[in-house]
């Protein structure tokens, strides 16, 4: 079992940038899909971004492509969000989550593990 924690999360303006980040309990990190999902109020929760074990692939949600990068830094047993050109519509808590399958079956079915989340806010 991995546990998550996210940090990162606050209020920014619209166009600015955070990076979220999520370090993960255990010995066995690099045994895990990484991802990130986001949940806006009234909303289901949906994708945002996964990377794979070893951080060779990524996949992203099409609304994010070209402004978010995941990435994964296996020996401090962390994943990371940046999001740049931040909109009003990116408002969501975020969700770190852990799968021990594959990336790509992560964005599609959801993880095995999920975080506490954390709260980004972007003003207009």
């Known amino acids: 079992q991995v546990q998550l924690v996210e940090s990162g999360g606050g209020l920014v303006q619209a166009g600015g940038s955070l990076r979220l980040s999520c370090a993960a309990s255990g010995r066995t990190f690099s045994s895990y899909a990484m991802g990130w999902f986001r949940q806006a109020p009234g909303k289901e929760r949906e994708f945002v971004a996964a990377?794979?074990?070893?951080?060779?692939?990524?996949y992203y949600a099409r609304s994010v492509t070209g402004r978010f990068t995941i990435s994964r830094d296996n020996a401090k047993n962390t994943v990371y969000l940046q999001m740049n050109s931040l909109k009003p519509e990116d408002t969501a808590v975020y969700y770190c989550a852990a799968d021990r399958d594959t990336a790509y079956g992560l964005s599609n079915r959801g993880p095995d593990y999920w975080g506490q989340g954390t709260q980004v806010t972007v003003s207009s």
């Open positions: 990377i794979s074990k070893s951080g060779g692939s990524t």
